[in-house]
């Protein structure tokens, strides 16, 4: 059964940094690309970036480029979502997803709330 | 980069209504075209890959449609679990946009 399991909620001041994991199960991790979506409060999906495992080959949406770091550990079989300085308008739920056999997002993790407040 | 445009942003209707939601691609983006669901509180979940193919344990209510640059989402008898926000995504090549959403309740 494949499985993304995330890393808890976090509570940050501005300017912290921050990573966020994505754990991957049940399927070979270096056959497919992970990808990061963002939620903010009331609002849609944004996707931000994608990784493939193999070679930890990345690519940015222009929105988020600069701003965040995507990577990945073969090892654990673990994707990460970091920010070296967060903003108060990161404040948000973020997703891993893997595009599985369907190319599409196939299997979501269960979010990973992040809220950035002086 | 191609943006997705959905509509429309939201819609009411009553169980057992067809509903029908379109989303619109800026340039063609052939078949690579999926549709997700996301209820209230909810991880948005896979309905439609590739147009027109039902994802596994779908409901057959669920139905896509289109080609090019025009799509379809059409929930042919609306049931009150049916109630969420749906989002369609190109998925051909970065960047894997999503259209806005349409959030659909029941009249």
């Known amino acids: 059964e494949v499985q993304l399991v995330q890393s808890g909620a976090e509570v940050k001041k501005p300017g912290e940094s921050l990573r966020i994991s994505c754990k991957s199960s049940?399927?070979?991790?270096?056959?497919?690309?992970i990808s990061w979506v963002r939620q903010m409060p009331g609002k849609g999906l944004e996707w931000m970036a994608r990784?493939?495992?193999?070679?930890?080959?990345?690519t940015y949406s222009p929105s988020f480029q600069g701003h965040v770091t995507i990577s990945v550990d073969k090892s654990i079989n673990t994707a990460y979502l970091q920010w070296s300085s967060l903003r108060a308008s990161d404040s948000a739920i973020f997703y891993c997803a893997v595009e599985y056999s369907t190319l599409s997002f196939e299997y979501w993790g269960q979010g990973t709330p992040v809220t950035v407040s002086s | 980069d191609i943006q997705m445009t959905q509509s429309p942003s939201s819609l009411s209707a009553s169980v057992g209504d067809r509903v029908t939601i379109t989303c619109r691609a800026s340039?063609?983006?052939?078949?690579?075209l999926a549709w997700y669901q996301q209820k209230p509180g909810n991880v948005p979940q896979l309905l439609i890959y590739a147009v027109s193919t039902l994802q596994s344990g779908v409901p057959s209510r669920f139905s896509g449609s289109g080609s090019g640059t025009d799509f379809t989402l059409t929930i042919s008898s609306l049931q009150p679990e049916d109630v969420a926000t749906y989002y369609c995504?190109?998925?051909?090549?970065?960047?894997?946009?999503f259209g806005g959403g349409t959030k659909v309740e029941i009249k």
């Open positions: 340039q063609g983006i052939s078949k690579y």
């Open positions: 990784i493939d495992p193999s070679d930890s080959y990345t």
């Open positions: 995504q190109k998925y051909n090549s970065a960047p894997l946009t």
């Open positions: 049940g399927y070979k991790f270096t056959s497919y690309w």
